[in-house]
T-cell receptor
Framework: AQSVTQLGSHVSVSEGALVLLRCNYSSSVPPYLFWYVQYPNQGLQLLLKYTSAATLVKGINGFEAEFKKSETSFHLTKPSAHMSDAAEYFCAVREPNFGNEKLTFGTGTRLTIIP | ETGVTQTPRHLVMGMTNKKSLKCEQHLGHNAMYWYKQSAKKPLELMFVYNFKEQTENNSVPSRFSPECPNSSHLFLHLHTLQPEDSALYLC??????????????FGNGTRLTVT
């Protein structure tokens, strides 16, 4: 069965500092992986996805994530944090051949940016 | 504008009330989903509809009743809810036929409070 763990329910970084949000997955086969962002009072918006092509994936708003099979990780990074990055971030995993509905989300990481 | 519109944005109801949540998508997708988002818990998949047919009911209590009259509209009928049902209810859609790499597109949710 697939699962995803997000280490740290709250992360605070200074404006201009590196953002690192951690995601580890468990899957019986190489999975598809997604990062979503949720701003206050809004739904989830796709940041980026890994679908077994390049292991380093670039997304919107300057975010990127690297798939590391040996570490079963898909951490999200951004070189320089901006105030507008304050939001909640969700990692999600889907095992191939399980259909569209089998998308499993992590519990989320709330990112706070310190001016 | 997310392409997925949910109404109402906020709903307060008593435990004996009957109300409905509405979701409409303008993306030409054929799959629609209801998720429940509670504080400090992962997103919970409730129902999935593919081409108007329900394909997933994730052990949801019968006080939640979904309806999908066509591929663009999805409803969630609520009756005799409990206070623990208070949460953000998110609707999502996705295209079918593009495999497991297609992401979900979310609406902004309905914040439900049961008193």
């Amino acid at each position: 069965a697939q699962s995803v763990t997000q280490l740290g329910s709250h992360v605070s970084v200074s404006e201009g500092a590196l953002v690192l949000l951690r995601c580890n997955y468990s899957s019986s086969v190489p999975p598809y992986l997604f990062w979503y962002v949720q701003y206050p009072n809004q739904g989830l918006q796709l940041l980026l996805k890994y679908t077994s092509a390049a292991t380093l994936v670039k997304g919107i708003n300057g975010f990127e994530a690297e798939f590391k099979k040996s570490e079963t990780s898909f951490h999200l990074t951004k070189p320089s944090a901006h105030m507008s990055d304050a939001a909640e971030y969700f990692c999600a995993v889907r095992e191939p051949n399980f259909g569209n509905e089998k998308l499993t989300f992590g519990t989320g990481t709330r990112l706070t940016i310190i001016p | 504008e997310t392409g997925v519109t949910q109404t109402p944005r906020h709903l307060v109801m008593g435990m004996t009330n009957k109300k409905s949540l509405k979701c409409e998508q303008h993306l030409g997708h054929n799959a629609m989903y209801w998720y429940k988002q509670s504080a400090k818990k992962p997103l919970e998949l409730m129902f999935v509809y593919n081409f108007k047919e329900q394909t997933e009911n994730n052990s949801v209590p019968s006080r939640f009743s979904p309806e999908c009259p066509n591929s663009s509209h999805l409803f969630l009928h609520l009756h005799t809810l409990q206070p623990e049902d208070s949460a953000l209810y998110l609707c999502a859609s996705s295209p079918l036929g593009q495999g497991e790499t297609s992401p979900l597109h979310f609406g902004n949710g309905t914040r439900l409070t049961v008193t």
